[in-house]
């Protein structure tokens, strides 16, 4: 018994790794996975069939020959399921509905005054459940929902501690699992923002980049050698929370100066208020510079500056190939980009610098989403459930 366990065993493995290589790199040949893995052209074959008859490859016609026969090429059938990833900021939900390859199919973003965490939680589940009734027909149907948060979570996907919602103690996973029978995974929002920029942004060629997640808050996703780092108790990357003024005023996470009551764009708000004497909101103040309002734009270039000040420390702590800086404020990068980088130019250290790149993400306020999605695509391939075999 012992041995037909390990040979099954063995062969979910192998079915994993020829599946990870259609979804990577398709259109593929059987052949050409046989190089890649070493597995044999028989084994591939065999599985590769498997794969098809559970509706996840699909043959898609011949391709070049490099001397022989021409190969039958394999693509990742993408529409076989559905997956859902939720951005929950401090004044709105941003949710999507995509495909197995983070095709985006459709969108929702509704905005809320986080009243109350109840009420909050229940547009969150309205929210989900529209977009679950309107993925398409397909062989999966929807197999997970993602959510990326602005705060600390536990591996149960209890949300410990966000201080710019005032939210301790939630158990989102659960309640979610509960209200919708399906597997969730939750995260921090900037985790989820550096694997959606690595899966499917500017990082794509990048093994060690920094993810800097600008919105009412600060947050940091870390990628060091192509894998997301957590840190000893997973708690990594509350960046906005490094004081940059010893004693500076108070956050709301207890501590002094930290850099997010800085650089934030709830500190751009702060500070616009004060000086227009009203209350604004980005969408408008990013009119008016684009308008050439000089007051404001000069707003958002102090802003860049700040910003600069704690990205220094980045490029100096941990010496990243790429820095790429999300969220909302992204839409302000042609006011903050100059004197961000006209600060790093004095401050950080030389040789950190040298090879590094420091750019807005051009995926601006959907990293978060697209890598929550893609958490929850990540957990229906690894669970043991779907060794991609048909019930």
Known sequence: MKQTGDLNLVKKINKTIVLHHIRTDSPISRARIAEITGLTKATVSSLVNELIESSLVEEIGVGESSGGRKPMMLLFKGTAGYAIGVDLGVHDILAVLTDLTGKVIREKRIQHHNESVEHVTRLLTTTIRELIDTAPESVYGVIGIGLGVPGIC???????????????????????EAEFGLPVVIDNEANAGA??????GAGKDTANLVYVSIGMGIGAGIIIRNELYRGATGFSGEIGHISIQHDGPKCRCGSLGCWELYASEHALLEQAGQELGHEVDLESLLSKAENGDAGVIQLFERLGY??????????????????????????????????????LEKRSLPHPRKQLKVEFSELQDRSTVLGAASFAVAKFFASTTVSVERS
Do not use: S, T
């Not at 149960?156 to 309640?175: D, H, I, R, Y």
């Not at 694997?195 to 499917?200: D, P, S, T």
């Not at 100096?316 to 042609?334: Q, S, W």
């Open 306 to 343: 700040y910003l600069g000040v704690g990205v220094v420390n980045i490029i100096n702590g941990f010496n990243p190939e790429f820095i790429i800086l999300g969220g909302r404020l992204a839409g302000g990068e042609k006011w903050l980009m100059k004197p961000l980088l006209e600060l």
């Open 154 to 176: 536990d591996e149960e996907g209890n949300l410990l501690f966000a201080p710019n919602l005032g939210w301790e103690n939630v158990p989102l996973q659960a309640q979610l």
């Open 195 to 200: 694997v959606g920029e690595k899966q499917f």
